[in-house]
T-cell receptor, first 114, second 112 residues
């Protein structure tokens, strides 16, 4: 089954404790992206990657890191999480160009930073 | 600020009625997409309309695009309880970057 998976689905952590949210897709997609969703703000893009070893900032990259060492994986790293990073996070992928192809979304990771 | 803004923010209708949601954006685009999100879950792609298209259909969905007004509408005909969800428009900007910008969404509730 074609899908995007994220782990963990739920995470409660404390300020400053480094964490990684994994994302994997099995569709051989070149484009992958991370979004955060907050009430009243919709989805905002954090980082995106157009292919292996190619990443770029989205609209809200501060406090986040990503890497794309393999085509299927695109982990999101919070080196020192803060309470304002409490949010619902989505990973997504698309075949090539995000504008010309639909994006497939993961189920989401709900992160709480205390 | 958001590239896309949906209107209304929330909409409640009786089952069987038609639902119309609107999306306005600020700058030229290549394409516009609509997505559905059931509560707290991942978004699901509904339809993509290109900037040179004016109307597109998919099942009970009808999307229009007016590039002169920088707006799009999503019509769901003969609504069902399962259509209860949030609906988002997303645009890619027409100067070559590979970002997709989402609006804040319309929360649709279908009353059985």
């Amino acid at each position: 089954e074609a899908q995007v998976t994220q782990n963990p689905r739920y995470l409660i952590t404390v300020t400053g404790k480094k964490l990684t949210v994994t994302c994997s897709q099995n569709m051989n997609h070149e484009y992958m992206s991370w979004y955060r969703q907050d009430p009243g703000l919709g989805l905002r893009q954090i980082y995106y990657s157009m292919n292996v070893e190619v990443t770029d900032k989205g609209d809200v990259p501060e406090g986040y890191k990503v890497s794309r060492k393999e085509k299927r994986n695109f982990p999101l790293i919070l080196e020192s999480p803060s309470p304002n990073q409490t949010s619902l996070y989505f990973c997504a992928s698309s075949l090539i160009s995000v504008g010309h192809y639909e994006q497939y979304f993961g189920p989401g990771t709900r992160l709480t930073v205390t | 600020s958001q590239q896309g803004e949906e209107d209304p923010q929330a909409l409640s209708i009786q089952e069987g009625e038609n639902a119309t949601m609107n999306c306005s954006y600020k700058t030229s685009i290549n394409n516009l997409q609509w997505y559905r999100q059931n509560s707290g879950r991942g978004l699901v792609h509904l339809i993509l309309i290109r900037s040179n298209e004016r109307e597109k259909h998919s099942g009970r969905l009808r999307v229009t695009l007016d590039t002169s007004k920088k707006s799009s509408s999503l019509l769901i005909t003969a609504s069902r309880a399962a259509d209860t969800a949030s609906y988002f428009c997303a645009t890619d900007l027409n100067f070559g970057n590979e970002k997709l910008t989402f609006g804040t969404g319309t929360r649709l509730t279908i009353i059985p």
